[in-house]
């Protein structure tokens, strides 16, 4: 099922959430999330789950710069990259899947001030999924080409491209969906 949201609501276009969907994060400013009596159950995992894909996407994008200034060998790069984008597309792709099963529509229905926040969510995750197959298809490139040279370099430039593009949607998506989830969950419990 597409989703589809107004213009400037686009994950590549929007800076935030509006202001009409950040009424419980005002309530519930980060600073305060961890002395919330509700944080310790699902808002701390969530938020593990979000920081896991932060440091997978930083290692991947770090390890393509090692490439770039010559201190990583593509002998080296590959079996990482191999492992890395493999664990980020399937745990993306699981927590995703998760979600949009799951708990979005259950918390969907504890404010309804936020349903529009979920299907800006919800698009987001169909924007997201292609570019996780372009993740994919990047990373059988990479790994199917030179190991070493020039064509290397030239091959990691491009990866690495890709990665700041992905990166900088995903922290995008990981930010608004976090300022969204876990002030429903600090105010309304664990579902």
């Known amino acids: 099922m597409s989703v589809v949201v107004e213009p400037g609501l686009k994950l590549s276009e929007r800076q935030g959430l509006p202001d009409a969907l950040r009424v419980l994060l005002e309530q519930h400013p980060r600073a305060d999330w961890g002395q919330n009596a509700h944080f310790h159950g699902l808002s ?14 930083l290692a991947l994008t770090a390890d393509a710069q090692a490439v770039l200034d010559r201190e990583l060998s593509g002998e080296d790069w590959h079996p990482r990259l191999a492992r890395l984008a493999q664990m980020q597309v399937s745990e993306l792709h699981g927590h995703h899947m998760i979600e949009d099963a799951q708990y979005f529509p259950i918390l969907r229905d504890r404010d309804r ?8 969510l919800d698009a ?29 370099i030239d091959m990691a ?33 664990d579902p």
Not at 127 to 141: C, F, K, P, S
Not at 168 to 180: A, F, S, T, V, W
């Open 124 to 152: 987001d995750h169909e924007a997201l999924d292609g570019h996780l197959i372009d993740l994919i298809t990047a990373t059988r490139e990479a790994l199917t080409g030179p190991r070493d040279g020039g064509k290397l």
């Open 113 to 120: 001030r936020l349903v529009r926040g979920f299907d800006i």
């Open 157 to 189: 430039a491009g990866f690495h491209r890709h990665l700041l593009g992905f990166g900088r949607l995903l922290e995008r998506h990981l930010d608004d969906e976090e300022d969204l989830i876990v002030p429903v969950l600090l105010e309304y419990g």
């Open 44 to 57: 701390a995992y969530w938020l593990d789950r979000h920081l896991l894909f932060r440091r997978i996407q």
